[in-house]
C-alpha cells in the first residue's frame, strides 16, 4: 500500500493512536495500522476503525 503521496511503501505498525470524537480525545492501545515512515500518513483498515469506534462508544 502506498501513501497519499504515491510515492512511499506504507508499513505495517502496531502502535498507539489518538482519536478525536465529540470533543473528547481517546488513545487506544495496540491499534493495527499502516504508516508511511516519511510523510508520517496512517491508515487503518475499515474494520478495524469500525472496531476501534464501537470500544470507544461503550
Ligand atoms: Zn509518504
Known amino acids: 500500500m502506498k501513501c497519499e503521496a504515491r510515492e512511499h511503501e506504507m508499513a505495517e505498525r ?3 493512536l489518538d482519536l478525536r470524537t465529540n470533543d473528547k480525545l481517546y488513545l487506544v492501545n495496540n ?3 499502516e504508516e508511511c515512515r516519511v510523510c508520517g500518513e496512517r491508515a487503518i483498515e475499515p ?3 469500525e472496531h476501534i469506534f464501537n470500544m470507544i462508544k461503550s
Open 14 to 16: 502496531i502502535t498507539e
Open 31 to 33: 491499534v493495527k495500522l
Open 47 to 49: 474494520g478495524i476503525s
